[in-house]
Each structure stands twice: as C-alpha cells, then as structure tokens.
C-alpha cells in the first residue's frame, strides 16, 4: 500500500490544542508496536511537524473517516479533553454519501447498538447492529441533497458507540457509499483482508474508503465556544459532484 498523498493540516491552532484535518487513510495514532509501517498516523507526523513531544489524542477517528481530529498539547489540556469528552460536551458533526433517497428531510434513531455475533449473513467479528440488548445509541440525521439513487447526509451522534453512524445508517437501509462492513456489498470486508484494496473492490464499492467526513466539531474551552469546521474532502466531493 502507498501511502496516501494528502498530508494532515493544522485547521486550527490554539495554545492548549490542534484541531487537525486527519485525511482519509491516516491512523490517529500508532495502534500498538510492530502496527503496518506503511500505514501514516496523524500524531506522529505532527509531534514530528511541531517537535511537541506531548501532544495526544483525546478522541480518534477511523482511519478510512477524514475529518476534524483535536490533538492536546500538554497534560493539563489532554486531562480537561477527557473530561469534555467524558460529560457529553463535545459536539462533533459527519457528513456521509449513502445509498438510497429518505423520503424523510430530518430523523432521529433512538435504537441500541451492540455486538451482532458472527452466524448467518455476518462474518465479520466487529459489525455492530441494532439490537434488544445493546448500549444506548442516538443520532440525529439531516438530508442535505438527494442526487441519483444517493443522498448526501448530516450527522449527528449524541452518544459514542463503535460505528455507531454507520451502523445506523444500515439500520435506515442507507449503507454507505465506501463501507467494507455496513455498505451494500457483503462480502467487502473479507475480500479486503484477503487482498487489500485493489482497483476491483473499489469499482464495487465506489470509493477506496468509507465516504463518512467529521465536518465540524465545537466545544467550551475557557469560557468560550470554539467550533472548527473542516470542508468536504476531494475525493467525496468527486464522487458527489460525479453523480450530477
């Protein structure tokens, strides 16, 4: 794999915190020794970028997911993050091209997200779905433009389950454009782990990665709001522009 070409870039710089535009593909941080060398992450290259040895993460985003990532510059700011964090004080909104055209303009999914269990149609450990005994779950969903079979989404999740606005969507009957695990193609994922993403699996899937942008993301700091928004990236907005 090639490392992608777009480089993470400073949206906003504040003197207790980054937010970042993580592009499509990066990781947000090294996951754990001995990880795909080949696969770039956000914290790294910016603690090289900066020589701030002490930045972190306080949240992380999927590494196919481009969008706003805030990284801490110090202990004491990485400690009131988790704390924001931690009361449901930080607001982050996605945008997503999806498969299908609501007939509905806004929605809200109050249904309980968990383990879906491997057996019958699933064979992929990790897929989440709606089910009786899972974690609370709710996230807010707007149309924002209907284009050829697809519609360009706004979401977003009051709670912070694993794939949550993913999970819902395919909840919706909406998978999106790009998903491996929620898109239309059931077989995505495990061909993807057997072959990586070759032009094949990208012609059935429509893009090399899940179209899901983390647009915007606000939250009180020192007594005021600060709300950092990043715009649609290239490559989704190729793809939407393209259905025209």
Do not use: C
Request: aromatic share 8%; proline share 8%.
């Amino acid at each position: 794999m090639s490392a992608p070409a777009e480089k993470p870039r400073v949206v906003l710089e504040h003197p207790d915190f980054y937010v970042v535009h993580k592009p499509a593909l990066w990781l947000t941080h090294r996951v754990r020794a001995g990880a795909r060398a080949e696969v770039p992450d956000v914290l790294g290259f910016m603690i090289r970028e900066t020589g701030e040895p002490s930045l972190a993460p306080p949240h992380r985003l999927d590494r196919e997911t481009s969008g706003a990532q805030v990284l801490s510059r110090d202990t004491d700011a990485a400690r009131r993050f988790f704390t924001l964090f931690k009361t449901h004080l930080v607001g982050k909104t996605y945008l997503a091209i999806v498969r299908g055209t609501p007939d509905w303009d806004r929605r809200t999914v109050d249904a309980p997200l968990g383990d879906l269990g491997l057996g019958g149609a699933n064979r992929v450990l990790i897929r989440q779905a709606v089910v009786p005994d899972g974690r609370p779950a709710v996230t807010d969903f707007r149309v924002l433009e209907r284009r050829a079979g697809h519609a360009l989404i706004q979401a977003y999740p009051r709670s912070g389950r694993l794939h949550q606005i993913r999970a819902h969507l395919f909840h919706l009957g909406l998978p999106m454009v790009g998903d491996k695990i929620y898109g239309a193609d059931p077989d995505a994922f495990l061909d993807f782990m057997e072959t990586g993403q070759t032009p094949e699996l990208t012609a059935r899937l429509g893009l090399p990665r899940q179209a899901l942008h983390a647009a915007r993301i606000a939250f009180p700091w020192a007594g005021a709001q600060v709300v950092a928004e990043v715009d649609l990236p290239g490559d989704l907005r190729g793809y939407w522009d393209g259905l025209g």
